[in-house]
């Protein structure tokens, strides 16, 4: 079993949609939990982050956590073409690991 | 703003070559990590750094070594380069312990071994 799985897509949802991203771990002891947005060439960048279960929203980005289910979600509102990249889920191990590990990403395209 | 600096973004190098990565950040983060990505296999951990000369092994640190002489910098080190390094190199930078601990990356190095 992977440390952190994402469903690979795409992902393809109409403009104005919401986009739903999901995304389970294993480490029951993980703490933090980030999504980065990824456009084609670029490096990652960081959009949300999450450390207690429930939601945090921001903007129109809500990320998602349930610790005893061990998945954390985003969800994009009013989707834009340009939201159109791939996202990663990215967990930091429980304890007294710095270790932060990446799911393979999720490809989003946004049609206009 | 956190800045994280590649030394290189494109590098093309010899098989058996000896290459060095290195990565700068300017924010004083105890805690730096090497990535290599590549279609359909995501990030992955090479090494990571939790503080002046000391380091962990990620997921696939085979044909690798890093060096973490003083806090803001962290090299990575190709002992012997084959093709199957070729890959997309991101460095990353984050706070240590329980504080917050988003990461930063650099802009990336693309590297080539022919």
């Known amino acids: 079993q992977k440390e952190v799985e994402q469903n690979s897509g795409p992902l393809s949802v109409p403009e104005g949609a919401i986009a739903s991203l999901n995304c389970t771990y294993s480490?029951?002891?993980?703490?933090?939990f980030f999504w980065y947005r990824q456009y084609s060439g670029k490096s990652p960048e960081l959009i949300m982050s999450?450390?207690?279960?429930g939601d945090k929203e921001d903007g129109r980005f809500t990320a998602q956590l349930n610790k005893a289910s061990q998945y954390v979600s985003l969800l994009i509102r009013d989707s834009q073409p340009s939201d159109s990249a791939t996202y990663l889920c990215?967990?930091?191990?429980?304890?007294?690991?710095?270790?932060?590990?990446f799911g393979t990403g999720t490809l989003l395209a946004v049609q206009p | 703003d956190v800045k994280v600096t590649q030394s290189s973004r494109y590098l093309v190098k010899r098989t058996g070559e000896k290459v060095f990565l290195e990565c700068v950040q300017d924010?004083?983060?105890?805690?730096m990590f090497w990535y290599r990505q590549d279609p359909g296999l995501g990030l992955r951990l090479i090494y990571f750094s939790y503080d002046v000369k000391m380091k962990e092994k990620g997921d696939i640190p085979e044909g690798y070594s890093v060096s973490r002489e003083k806090k803001e910098r962290f090299s990575l080190i190709l002992e012997s380069a084959s093709t199957n390094q070729t890959s997309m190199y991101l460095c990353a930078s984050s706070f240590g312990g329980m504080r917050n601990t988003e990461a930063f990356f650099g802009q990336g190095t693309r590297l080539t071994v022919v």
């Open positions: 480490d029951r002891g993980s703490q933090s």
């Open positions: 999450i450390y207690s279960n």
């Open positions: 924010m004083d983060h105890e805690n």
């Open positions: 990215a967990v930091k191990g429980g304890g007294a690991t710095n270790k932060l590990i």
